[in-house]
């Protein structure tokens, strides 16, 4: 069964600093693997997605996020944070026939 | 805006009763999700209908059912609430049937059972 740990439900940062949200994720094959945010009062919106191919996947807004198998792990990271990316960030994990499992989400806070 | 509607946007009910949440994806979706978002559970996945026909089932409770209509648009019905169904519901929907197509979310129903 697939499974997706996100570590710290909670992440402040300053503005200007780098934005690190981890994920770590649990597959028996193969996993496609999604960043997905929430701003207050929305809906998710994908930020970026890894299938296959280049491991090191750039996505809207700055973000970038690593495949490492080794390491089952697909982080999400911002050089430099943006009030603006105040908001709660989802990492999901699926492969090619079953469904989307999404993390419990960690809140985005920036600091002044 | 992603292009998914959903309504109404707030719904306050009692137990026992039933609603329906309405979705219209995106123009040329053909797949229609159907998520539930709350504090205790998290983002959980509930059903997915393509073309009409449903196509995956997740956590969804037997006292819910959904369909989606030849326009396309798809209707969640919740039967039986209990206090437990409070959530935020979203929909979402995608060009194809496969997961690691991009789903787009409409901006959700709050669903408040008293």
């Known amino acids: 069964a697939q499974s997706v740990t996100q570590l710290g439900s909670h992440v402040s940062v300053s503005e200007g600093a780098l934005v690190l949200l981890r994920c770590n994720y649990s597959?028996?094959?193969?996993?496609?693997l999604f960043w997905y945010v929430q701003y207050p009062n929305q809906g998710l919106q994908l930020l970026l997605k890894y299938t296959t191919g280049a491991t090191l996947v750039k996505g809207i807004n700055g973000f970038e996020a690593e495949f490492k198998k080794s390491e089952t792990s697909f982080h999400l990271t911002k050089p430099s944070a943006h009030m603006s990316d105040a908001a709660e960030y989802f990492c999901?994990?699926?492969?090619?026939?079953?469904?989307?499992?999404f993390g419990k989400g960690t809140r985005l806070h920036i600091l002044p | 805006d992603s292009g998914v509607t959903q309504t109404p946007k707030h719904l306050i009910t009692a137990t026992g009763q039933r609603v329906t949440l309405r979705c219209s994806p995106r123009s040329g979706d053909l797949s229609v999700y159907w998520y539930q978002q709350s504090l205790d559970q998290g983002l959980q996945f509930l059903i997915q209908y393509y073309n009409g026909e449903e196509r995956a089932k997740g956590n969804i409770l037997e006292r819910f059912s959904a369909q989606q209509f030849p326009d396309l648009h798809s209707e969640l019905n919740l039967s039986s609430l209990e206090l437990g169904d409070s959530a935020l519901y979203f929909c979402a929907s995608s060009v194809g049937v496969g997961y690691t197509d991009t789903q787009y979310f409409g901006p959700g129903t709050r669903l408040t059972v008293l």
């Open positions: 597959s028996s094959v193969p996993p496609y």
């Open positions: 999901a994990v699926t492969h090619r026939d079953d469904k989307i499992i």
